[in-house]
Protein backbone atom coordinates (compact mmCIF):
# COMPACT_ATOMS: atom_id res chain seq x y z
CA UNK A 1 0.00 0.00 0.00
CA UNK A 2 0.99 3.32 -1.12
CA UNK A 3 2.35 4.90 2.22
CA UNK A 4 1.04 8.82 2.11
CA UNK A 5 1.44 11.23 4.47
CA UNK A 6 -1.36 13.14 6.86
CA UNK A 7 -2.71 15.93 5.20
CA UNK A 8 -0.88 18.95 5.84
CA UNK A 9 -3.27 21.60 7.62
CA UNK A 10 -3.81 24.65 5.55
CA UNK A 11 -1.44 26.84 5.78
CA UNK A 12 0.34 24.75 8.86
CA UNK A 13 3.99 25.58 6.69
CA UNK A 14 6.93 25.97 9.51
CA UNK A 15 8.26 29.62 8.30
CA UNK A 16 10.80 31.11 10.73
CA UNK A 17 9.49 34.28 12.42
CA UNK A 18 12.29 36.08 10.99
CA UNK A 19 11.14 35.59 7.11
CA UNK A 20 7.62 35.54 7.79
CA UNK A 21 5.63 37.43 4.73
CA UNK A 22 3.09 40.42 6.40
CA UNK A 23 -0.26 39.30 4.84
CA UNK A 24 -3.65 41.59 4.70
CA UNK A 25 -6.21 40.72 6.97
CA UNK A 26 -8.13 38.61 4.59
CA UNK A 27 -7.41 35.50 2.85
CA UNK A 28 -7.67 34.19 -0.78
CA UNK A 29 -9.63 31.05 -0.27
CA UNK A 30 -9.20 28.19 -3.24
CA UNK A 31 -11.67 25.64 -3.32
CA UNK A 32 -10.30 22.53 -4.28
CA UNK A 33 -12.57 19.48 -5.24
CA UNK A 34 -11.36 15.97 -4.75
CA UNK A 35 -12.07 12.49 -3.81
CA UNK A 36 -11.18 10.86 -0.13
CA UNK A 37 -13.20 7.96 -0.58
CA UNK A 38 -14.20 6.94 -4.28
CA UNK A 39 -12.94 5.42 -7.07
CA UNK A 40 -10.19 8.55 -7.46
CA UNK A 41 -9.11 8.67 -4.22
CA UNK A 42 -5.69 7.06 -4.17
CA UNK A 43 -4.79 9.28 -7.00
CA UNK A 44 -6.63 12.41 -5.89
CA UNK A 45 -3.73 12.19 -2.64
CA UNK A 46 -0.87 11.95 -4.42
CA UNK A 47 -2.34 15.31 -6.37
CA UNK A 48 -2.54 16.91 -2.78
CA UNK A 49 0.45 16.58 -2.11
CA UNK A 50 1.66 18.73 -5.28
CA UNK A 51 -1.39 21.18 -4.20
CA UNK A 52 -0.15 21.73 -0.60
CA UNK A 53 3.60 22.34 -1.73
CA UNK A 54 2.50 24.73 -3.97
CA UNK A 55 0.83 26.37 -1.42
CA UNK A 56 3.69 26.61 1.09
CA UNK A 57 5.46 27.89 -1.16
CA UNK A 58 3.15 30.80 -2.28
CA UNK A 59 2.48 32.02 1.19
CA UNK A 60 5.82 31.92 2.02
CA UNK A 61 6.73 34.40 -0.94
CA UNK A 62 4.00 36.90 0.58
CA UNK A 63 1.06 35.12 -0.69
CA UNK A 64 -1.33 36.04 -3.48
CA UNK A 65 -1.80 39.96 -3.98
CA UNK A 66 -0.05 40.20 0.03
CA UNK A 67 -2.84 38.13 0.82
CA UNK A 68 -2.27 34.73 2.79
CA UNK A 69 -4.06 31.57 0.75
CA UNK A 70 -6.20 28.85 2.19
CA UNK A 71 -7.42 25.87 0.95
CA UNK A 72 -11.16 24.63 1.11
CA UNK A 73 -11.52 20.94 0.55
CA UNK A 74 -15.16 19.30 -0.66
CA UNK A 75 -14.86 15.70 -1.05
CA UNK A 76 -16.85 14.58 -4.07
CA UNK A 77 -16.51 11.02 -3.70
CA UNK A 78 -15.77 10.58 -7.57
CA UNK A 79 -19.46 10.86 -8.32
CA UNK A 80 -20.52 13.13 -10.98
CA UNK A 81 -23.83 14.62 -9.82
CA UNK A 82 -22.05 15.44 -5.95
CA UNK A 83 -19.28 16.72 -7.74
CA UNK A 84 -21.81 19.08 -9.63
CA UNK A 85 -23.16 19.90 -6.13
CA UNK A 86 -19.25 20.69 -4.43
CA UNK A 87 -18.79 23.09 -7.20
CA UNK A 88 -22.34 24.90 -6.52
CA UNK A 89 -21.22 25.26 -2.78
CA UNK A 90 -18.04 26.09 -3.06
CA UNK A 91 -19.06 29.13 -5.69
CA UNK A 92 -21.93 29.80 -3.05
CA UNK A 93 -18.90 30.19 -0.51
CA UNK A 94 -17.24 32.86 -2.12
CA UNK A 95 -14.42 31.38 -3.95
CA UNK A 96 -12.51 32.65 -6.60
CA UNK A 97 -11.53 29.77 -8.79
CA UNK A 98 -11.88 25.94 -8.55
CA UNK A 99 -9.18 23.18 -8.93
CA UNK A 100 -10.20 19.68 -9.41
CA UNK A 101 -8.86 16.38 -9.00
CA UNK A 102 -11.16 13.80 -9.35
CA UNK A 103 -12.10 11.44 -12.70
CA UNK A 104 -12.95 13.31 -16.05
CA UNK A 105 -16.21 11.62 -15.43
CA UNK A 106 -16.57 13.39 -12.35
CA UNK A 107 -15.15 16.29 -13.84
CA UNK A 108 -17.61 16.63 -16.95
CA UNK A 109 -20.98 17.11 -14.96
CA UNK A 110 -19.15 19.37 -12.63
CA UNK A 111 -17.92 21.94 -15.47
CA UNK A 112 -22.04 22.38 -16.04
CA UNK A 113 -22.14 23.68 -12.83
CA UNK A 114 -18.93 26.05 -12.99
CA UNK A 115 -20.87 27.58 -16.63
CA UNK A 116 -23.85 27.64 -14.33
CA UNK A 117 -22.32 29.84 -11.73
CA UNK A 118 -19.73 31.10 -13.31
CA UNK A 119 -16.79 30.51 -11.48
CA UNK A 120 -12.93 29.44 -12.99
CA UNK A 121 -12.68 25.97 -12.77
CA UNK A 122 -8.95 24.54 -13.61
CA UNK A 123 -9.47 20.26 -14.32
CA UNK A 124 -5.63 19.53 -13.00
CA UNK A 125 -5.15 15.91 -14.34
CA UNK A 126 -8.13 14.86 -16.23
CA UNK A 127 -7.75 13.68 -20.24
CA UNK A 128 -10.73 13.33 -21.59
CA UNK A 129 -10.80 15.86 -24.41
CA UNK A 130 -14.71 16.16 -23.78
CA UNK A 131 -13.68 18.65 -21.18
CA UNK A 132 -13.17 21.18 -23.69
CA UNK A 133 -15.14 19.85 -26.81
CA UNK A 134 -18.17 18.91 -25.43
CA UNK A 135 -19.12 21.70 -23.45
CA UNK A 136 -18.33 25.48 -24.42
CA UNK A 137 -17.39 27.05 -21.40
CA UNK A 138 -15.05 29.54 -21.16
CA UNK A 139 -14.89 28.98 -17.20
CA UNK A 140 -13.21 25.73 -17.30
CA UNK A 141 -9.69 25.33 -18.45
CA UNK A 142 -7.65 21.60 -18.82
CA UNK A 143 -4.55 21.46 -16.91
CA UNK A 144 -4.39 17.64 -17.86
CA UNK A 145 -2.85 15.43 -20.77
CA UNK A 146 -5.51 15.25 -22.82
CA UNK A 147 -5.82 11.91 -24.69
CA UNK A 148 -6.05 12.79 -28.14
CA UNK A 149 -2.05 13.68 -27.08
CA UNK A 150 -1.34 10.75 -25.15
CA UNK A 151 -2.34 8.60 -27.97
CA UNK A 152 -0.58 10.56 -30.66
CA UNK A 153 2.62 10.44 -28.74
CA UNK A 154 2.24 6.49 -28.21
CA UNK A 155 1.38 5.48 -31.36
CA UNK A 156 4.50 7.70 -32.43
CA UNK A 157 6.89 5.88 -30.77
CA UNK A 158 5.20 2.19 -31.60
CA UNK A 159 5.78 3.23 -35.22
CA UNK A 160 8.83 4.52 -35.29
CA UNK A 161 10.44 1.25 -33.71
CA UNK A 162 8.44 -1.70 -34.38
CA UNK A 163 6.16 -3.41 -37.34
CA UNK A 164 4.21 -5.88 -35.46
CA UNK A 165 2.06 -5.52 -32.30
CA UNK A 166 -0.06 -7.61 -30.04
CA UNK A 167 -2.88 -5.37 -27.39
CA UNK A 168 -3.24 -7.09 -23.73
CA UNK A 169 -6.39 -5.63 -22.51
CA UNK A 170 -9.07 -5.91 -19.26
CA UNK A 171 -12.74 -5.70 -19.60
CA UNK A 172 -13.08 -3.18 -17.96
CA UNK A 173 -14.60 -0.01 -20.03
CA UNK A 174 -11.54 2.22 -20.19
CA UNK A 175 -9.13 -0.47 -20.76
CA UNK A 176 -11.29 -1.44 -23.63
CA UNK A 177 -11.52 1.94 -24.68
CA UNK A 178 -8.00 2.11 -24.71
CA UNK A 179 -7.48 -0.74 -26.95
CA UNK A 180 -9.68 0.03 -29.26
CA UNK A 181 -7.79 3.08 -29.55
CA UNK A 182 -4.51 1.43 -29.48
CA UNK A 183 -6.01 -0.45 -32.82
CA UNK A 184 -6.80 2.47 -34.95
CA UNK A 185 -3.69 4.30 -34.02
CA UNK A 186 -1.73 1.20 -35.24
CA UNK A 187 -3.96 0.96 -38.24
CA UNK A 188 -3.02 4.34 -39.68
CA UNK A 189 0.27 4.24 -38.82
CA UNK A 190 1.11 0.76 -40.74
CA UNK A 191 1.74 -1.43 -37.83
CA UNK A 192 0.10 -4.58 -38.20
CA UNK A 193 -1.71 -6.10 -35.13
CA UNK A 194 -1.40 -9.89 -34.68
CA UNK A 195 -4.15 -9.93 -32.29
CA UNK A 196 -5.93 -8.71 -28.74
CA UNK A 197 -5.41 -10.48 -25.80
CA UNK A 198 -8.51 -9.57 -23.03
CA UNK A 199 -7.85 -11.25 -19.16
CA UNK A 200 -11.19 -10.97 -17.44
CA UNK A 201 -11.85 -8.92 -14.27
CA UNK A 202 -10.98 -11.36 -11.28
CA UNK A 203 -8.33 -13.25 -13.33
CA UNK A 204 -5.43 -14.61 -11.04
CA UNK A 205 -2.85 -15.08 -13.65
CA UNK A 206 -2.62 -15.23 -18.08
CA UNK A 207 -0.81 -17.93 -18.57
CA UNK A 208 -3.26 -18.81 -22.06
CA UNK A 209 -3.26 -15.04 -22.96
CA UNK A 210 0.57 -14.99 -22.72
CA UNK A 211 0.71 -17.98 -24.11
CA UNK A 212 -0.67 -16.91 -27.56
CA UNK A 213 1.01 -13.87 -27.53
CA UNK A 214 4.30 -16.06 -27.48
CA UNK A 215 3.12 -17.53 -30.26
CA UNK A 216 2.41 -14.75 -31.94
CA UNK A 217 5.37 -13.20 -31.91
CA UNK A 218 4.99 -9.75 -32.06
CA UNK A 219 7.49 -7.09 -32.18
CA UNK A 220 5.90 -5.57 -29.42
CA UNK A 221 3.25 -5.71 -26.63
CA UNK A 222 1.07 -3.05 -26.24
CA UNK A 223 -0.84 -2.35 -22.55
CA UNK A 224 -3.82 -1.03 -22.25
CA UNK A 225 -4.71 -2.67 -19.04
CA UNK A 226 -6.26 -0.52 -16.73
CA UNK A 227 -7.17 -2.79 -13.34
CA UNK A 228 -4.68 -2.81 -11.29
CA UNK A 229 -5.38 -6.40 -10.08
CA UNK A 230 -5.26 -7.81 -13.81
CA UNK A 231 -2.61 -5.75 -14.53
CA UNK A 232 -0.73 -7.87 -11.76
CA UNK A 233 -1.72 -11.06 -13.19
CA UNK A 234 -0.58 -9.88 -16.65
CA UNK A 235 2.86 -9.01 -15.57
CA UNK A 236 3.55 -12.43 -13.50
CA UNK A 237 2.39 -14.44 -16.00
CA UNK A 238 4.85 -12.93 -18.60
CA UNK A 239 7.60 -12.93 -16.19
CA UNK A 240 6.76 -16.55 -15.73
CA UNK A 241 7.02 -17.43 -18.78
CA UNK A 242 9.87 -15.69 -19.44
CA UNK A 243 8.34 -13.56 -22.96
CA UNK A 244 10.95 -10.98 -23.63
CA UNK A 245 9.16 -8.97 -26.12
CA UNK A 246 9.14 -4.74 -25.35
CA UNK A 247 6.12 -3.89 -23.36
CA UNK A 248 4.90 -0.27 -24.62
CA UNK A 249 1.82 0.63 -21.75
CA UNK A 250 -0.24 3.87 -21.31
CA UNK A 251 -0.25 6.25 -18.93
CA UNK A 252 -1.88 3.68 -16.15
CA UNK A 253 1.68 2.40 -16.00
CA UNK A 254 3.05 5.56 -14.08
CA UNK A 255 1.00 5.09 -11.32
CA UNK A 256 2.87 4.28 -8.37
CA UNK A 257 0.58 1.12 -7.27
CA UNK A 258 2.37 -1.03 -9.63
CA UNK A 259 5.62 -0.60 -8.48
CA UNK A 260 4.77 -1.63 -5.02
CA UNK A 261 2.44 -4.62 -6.08
CA UNK A 262 4.59 -6.10 -9.01
CA UNK A 263 7.82 -4.97 -7.44
CA UNK A 264 10.49 -5.84 -10.20
CA UNK A 265 8.64 -7.55 -12.57
CA UNK A 266 7.65 -4.10 -14.81
CA UNK A 267 11.56 -3.38 -15.21
CA UNK A 268 12.16 -2.25 -19.24
CA UNK A 269 8.71 -1.27 -19.42
CA UNK A 270 8.55 1.74 -21.87
CA UNK A 271 4.78 3.90 -20.46
CA UNK A 272 3.94 7.38 -21.33
CA UNK A 273 4.35 10.10 -18.93
CA UNK A 274 4.06 14.11 -18.56
CA UNK A 275 7.42 13.89 -16.08
CA UNK A 276 10.89 14.86 -18.16
CA UNK A 277 13.70 14.50 -15.37
CA UNK A 278 15.81 16.87 -17.58
CA UNK A 279 13.44 19.76 -17.24
CA UNK A 280 14.91 22.59 -14.96
CA UNK A 281 11.80 23.15 -13.49
CA UNK A 282 11.07 19.40 -12.69
CA UNK A 283 14.32 18.78 -11.45
CA UNK A 284 13.69 21.66 -8.92
CA UNK A 285 10.02 20.56 -7.99
CA UNK A 286 11.49 17.02 -7.01
CA UNK A 287 13.82 18.62 -5.19
CA UNK A 288 11.59 20.51 -2.87
CA UNK A 289 8.88 17.59 -2.85
CA UNK A 290 11.47 15.60 -1.39
CA UNK A 291 12.23 17.88 1.05
CA UNK A 292 8.88 18.04 2.12
CA UNK A 293 7.54 14.59 2.10
CA UNK A 294 10.96 12.92 2.01
CA UNK A 295 9.79 10.42 -0.62
CA UNK A 296 10.42 10.46 -4.48
CA UNK A 297 6.87 12.19 -6.32
CA UNK A 298 5.21 11.02 -9.46
CA UNK A 299 3.98 13.44 -12.16
CA UNK A 300 0.29 12.89 -10.33
CA UNK A 301 1.57 15.05 -7.75
CA UNK A 302 3.47 17.16 -10.84
CA UNK A 303 -0.21 17.74 -11.98
CA UNK A 304 -1.54 19.12 -8.94
CA UNK A 305 1.51 21.64 -8.04
CA UNK A 306 0.90 22.62 -11.38
CA UNK A 307 -2.71 23.98 -11.46
CA UNK A 308 -2.36 25.42 -7.83
CA UNK A 309 0.63 27.35 -9.65
CA UNK A 310 -1.91 28.25 -12.59
CA UNK A 311 -3.93 29.50 -10.39
CA UNK A 312 -1.39 32.03 -8.84
CA UNK A 313 0.06 33.12 -11.99
CA UNK A 314 -3.36 33.91 -12.73
CA UNK A 315 -4.76 36.48 -9.77
CA UNK A 316 -1.39 38.17 -9.64
CA UNK A 317 -2.21 38.93 -13.69
CA UNK A 318 -5.28 39.72 -12.80
CA UNK A 319 -4.62 41.96 -9.26
CA UNK A 320 -7.69 40.75 -8.19
CA UNK A 321 -9.56 37.78 -6.53
CA UNK A 322 -12.52 38.94 -8.89
CA UNK A 323 -13.85 35.98 -11.19
CA UNK A 324 -14.31 37.53 -14.27
CA UNK A 325 -10.95 39.19 -14.04
CA UNK A 326 -9.23 35.18 -13.49
CA UNK A 327 -11.19 33.74 -16.24
CA UNK A 328 -9.73 36.46 -18.54
CA UNK A 329 -6.15 35.88 -16.97
CA UNK A 330 -6.56 32.16 -17.32
CA UNK A 331 -7.71 32.30 -21.14
CA UNK A 332 -4.48 34.49 -21.33
CA UNK A 333 -1.82 32.17 -19.63
CA UNK A 334 0.93 32.23 -22.49
CA UNK A 335 4.69 30.28 -22.08
CA UNK A 336 4.10 28.79 -18.78
CA UNK A 337 7.03 27.09 -17.81
CA UNK A 338 5.24 24.09 -15.59
CA UNK A 339 7.19 21.00 -13.88
CA UNK A 340 5.21 18.93 -16.29
CA UNK A 341 5.40 18.71 -19.96
CA UNK A 342 8.60 17.30 -21.82
CA UNK A 343 11.53 19.71 -21.58
CA UNK A 344 10.83 23.59 -23.27
CA UNK A 345 7.26 22.40 -23.65
CA UNK A 346 5.08 25.30 -21.62
CA UNK A 347 1.50 25.83 -21.61
CA UNK A 348 -0.42 28.00 -23.40
CA UNK A 349 -4.93 28.52 -23.12
CA UNK A 350 -6.49 31.11 -24.91
CA UNK A 351 -10.06 31.14 -25.65
CA UNK A 352 -9.86 29.03 -28.26
CA UNK A 353 -8.03 26.41 -26.67
CA UNK A 354 -8.79 25.51 -23.14
CA UNK A 355 -6.43 22.74 -22.51
CA UNK A 356 -2.70 24.02 -21.85
CA UNK A 357 -1.03 21.43 -21.84
CA UNK A 358 1.25 21.58 -24.64
CA UNK A 359 0.83 19.55 -28.01
CA UNK A 360 4.43 17.77 -28.01
CA UNK A 361 4.35 17.62 -23.95
CA UNK A 362 3.90 13.92 -23.70
CA UNK A 363 7.10 11.10 -23.32
CA UNK A 364 7.80 8.21 -22.64
CA UNK A 365 10.36 6.62 -20.04
CA UNK A 366 11.24 3.28 -18.80
CA UNK A 367 10.65 1.65 -15.72
CA UNK A 368 14.42 0.90 -14.24
CA UNK A 369 15.54 -1.04 -10.96
CA UNK A 370 11.58 -0.77 -10.10
CA UNK A 371 11.69 3.17 -10.48
CA UNK A 372 10.27 5.31 -13.03
CA UNK A 373 13.37 5.96 -15.05
CA UNK A 374 15.05 8.30 -18.10
CA UNK A 375 12.80 9.75 -20.88
CA UNK A 376 13.70 8.10 -24.16
CA UNK A 377 11.01 9.79 -26.45
CA UNK A 378 9.00 12.88 -26.08
CA UNK A 379 6.63 14.39 -28.61
CA UNK A 380 4.90 12.96 -31.48
Known amino acids: MLALPFRIAVGAFVISMLGAPAFGQDTIKIGIVTDHTGNAAEFARIEEQGVELALGEINAAGGMLGRKVQLIYEDDEDKPALSATKVRK ?60 QFKTLIAFTKQRYKTAVIFADTSAISMFIAKTFENGLKDAGVRLLGVEIIETGATDAIPQVQRIRNANPDVVLDAGNTISVSAAFYRSYRQLDLKYPIIASYNKSLPRYLQLVPGMLDGVAFLDCFDFDKPETQGFIERFKAQFKEEPFSLSGYGYNAMMLVDNAIKRAGSPDREKIRAALADTRDFKSVIGAKEAVFDFSADRRAGFPDKGAVIRLIENNRHGKVVFAGY
Open 90 to 149: LSSAGVPVIIQLSSSTATQQAEGASLETKIPHIGANQSADSLVTKLDNPYFFLAGMPASI
